[in-house]
T-cell receptor, first 112, second 113 residues
Framework: AQSVTQLGSHVSVSEGALVLLRCNYS??????LFWYVQYPNQGLQLLLKYTSAATLVKGINGFEAEFKKSETSFHLTKPSAHMSDAAEYFC??????????FGTGTRLQVFP | DGGITQSPKYLFRKEGQNVTLSCEQNLNHDAMYWYRQDPGQGLRLIYYSQIVNDFQKGDIAEGYSVSREKKESFPLTVTSAQKNPTAFYLC????????????FGDGTRLSIL
């Protein structure tokens, strides 16, 4: 069965620190991978997507993610956290179907 | 600007009542989706539609119904058969069904009176 796992439901960092949000998928075929961000009481906004063109994907707001096939991972990073990055982040995958499967989300807190 | 509009933002349902959530898009997208979001569970697919007059059940369709009479509209009805309707409902669309990013509305929060 295809699935996506986000390790850590909550992550806290200091402003200016590295942000690392983890995402692993299970699939025997190449997936399409996405990261979305959700601010309170709003919909989801696409941060970036992996569609096999390049393993390092740059997104909006300074975020990037690296597809590592050997580790079946697609972790989201940002070199320096900003207070405005506080939100919930969702990893999602499409594997051989038309359906987007979401992880359970990681809530990022940024402390001054 | 193109986008997805969901209304109302907040909705209250009485016992035994059906309620309808509106979703309209002006992105000219063929595919539309409804998700339910509960704390700690991510998003779960309720129904999706590939094209006008066609829709398919998602993972948690019981107690819900949809229609797709127009390309831009995909309303969701939460029926009295849905015993635990309190949740945040999100509508999304994509250019076509498949490996395309989905664009989301701002959601409707449904609560039970």
């Amino acid at each position: 069965a295809q699935s996506v796992t986000q390790l850590g439901s909550h992550v806290s960092v200091s402003e200016g620190a590295l942000v690392l949000l983890r995402c692993n998928y299970s699939s025997s075929v190449p997936p399409y991978l996405f990261w979305y961000v959700q601010y309170p009481n709003q919909g989801l906004q696409l941060l970036l997507k992996y569609t096999s063109a390049a393993t390092l994907v740059k997104g909006i707001n300074g975020f990037e993610a690296e597809f590592k096939k050997s580790e079946t991972s697609f972790h989201l990073t940002k070199p320096s956290a900003h207070m405005s990055d506080a939100a919930e982040y969702f990893c999602a995958v499409i594997i051989n179907t038309d359906k987007l499967i979401f992880g359970t989300g990681t809530r990022l807190q940024v402390f001054p | 600007d193109g986008g997805i509009t969901q209304s109302p933002k907040y909705l209250f349902r009485k016992e035994g009542q059906n309620v309808t959530l509106s979703c309209e898009q002006n992105l000219n997208h063929d595919a539309m989706y409804w998700y339910r979001q509960d704390p700690g569970q991510g998003l779960r697919l309720i129904y999706y539609s590939q094209i006008v007059n066609d829709f398919q059940k998602g993972d948690i369709a019981e107690g819900y119904s949809v229609s797709r009479e127009k390309k831009e509209s995909f309303p969701l009805t939460v029926t009295s058969a849905q015993k635990n309707p309190t949740a945040f409902y999100l509508c999304a669309s994509s250019v076509v069904l498949g490996n395309q990013p989905q664009h989301f509305g701002d959601g409707t929060r449904l609560s039970i009176l």
